[in-house]
T-cell receptor, first 114, second 117 residues
Framework: QQQVKQSPQSLIVQKGGISIINCAYENTAFDYFPWYQQFPGKGPALLIAIRPDVSEKKEGRFTISFNKSAKQFSLHIMDSQPGDSATYFCAASEEGGSQGNLIFGKGTKLSVKP | EAGVTQFPSHSVIEKGQTVTLRCDPISGHDNLYWYRRVMGKEIKFLLHFVKESKQDESGMPNNRFLAERTGGTYSTLKVQPAELEDSGVYFC???????????????FGEGSRLTVL
């Protein structure tokens, strides 16, 4: 049973466009929602994270939108650049992620075309 | 500062053989985690060490997998005997202890790719 569902599986965006990746979850005990970025041959790296007490968090060109009632959260990449091409994973955990037991989505491979 | 390092980066073994993966966490990080990604699927939690103690091993697939962290520094993950379905990328991550209720960020290594033929 997949606890965090991520879509789309792959995404192609033109340079300067907006990339949007969506995730949905079932467990209402989740209270920490990070996004990880992974380049080929590298490990996942924390990109941005949100807790359910806010509906949006922005860091540079990256924004998380969070809808607690719908149990959904999404990553928006504004002005997408070829350097953003990577695999993006959403994740969730309970207790502020203190246990490090992150539940990941299946990942979205983003390609930004010049 | 050195990041999380994993060895080997890639291992190819035959079914029934044994493989040992090693992880060196960031110095001073008490928390160490093992995750695995099977091709095309999600990254799945395997287990969590706090120093040398297993905090949570609920994700370990079966008793063919043995993780150790002697002395609370580096960790090893042994698969014996390996099966075809064990193929995947094994990630190690580490984090500092929670401070004032704030979760320590997980830092991942580059992973060890295991191919079982």
């Amino acid at each position: 049973q997949q606890q965090v569902k991520q879509s789309p599986q792959s995404l192609i965006v033109q340079k300067g466009g907006i990339s949007i990746i969506n995730c949905a979850y079932e467990n209402t005990a989740f209270d920490y929602f990070p996004w990880y970025q992974q380049f080929p041959g590298k490990g996942p790296a924390l990109l941005i994270a949100i807790r359910p007490d806010v509906s949006e968090k922005k860091e540079g060109r990256f924004t998380i939108s969070f809808n607690k009632s719908a149990k959904q959260f999404s990553l928006h990449i504004m002005d997408s650049q070829p350097g953003d091409s990577a695999t993006y994973f959403c994740a969730a955990s309970e207790e502020g992620g203190s246990q490090g037991n992150l539940i990941f989505g299946k990942g979205t491979k983003l390609s930004v075309k010049p | 500062e050195a990041g999380v390092t994993q060895f080997p980066s890639h291992s190819v073994i035959e079914k029934g053989q044994t493989v040992t993966l090693r992880c060196d966490p960031i110095s001073g990080h008490d928390n160490l985690y093992w995750y695995r990604r099977v091709m095309g699927k999600e990254i799945k939690f395997l287990l969590h060490f706090v120093k040398e103690s297993k905090q949570d091993e609920s994700g370990m697939p079966n008793n063919r997998f043995l993780a150790e962290r002697t002395g609370g520094t580096y960790s090893t993950l042994k698969v014996q005997p390996a099966e075809l379905e064990d193929s995947g990328v094994y990630f190690c991550a580490s984090s500092q202890e929670k401070i004032a209720g704030v979760t320590g960020e997980l830092f991942f290594g580059e992973g060890s790719r295991l191919t079982v033929l």
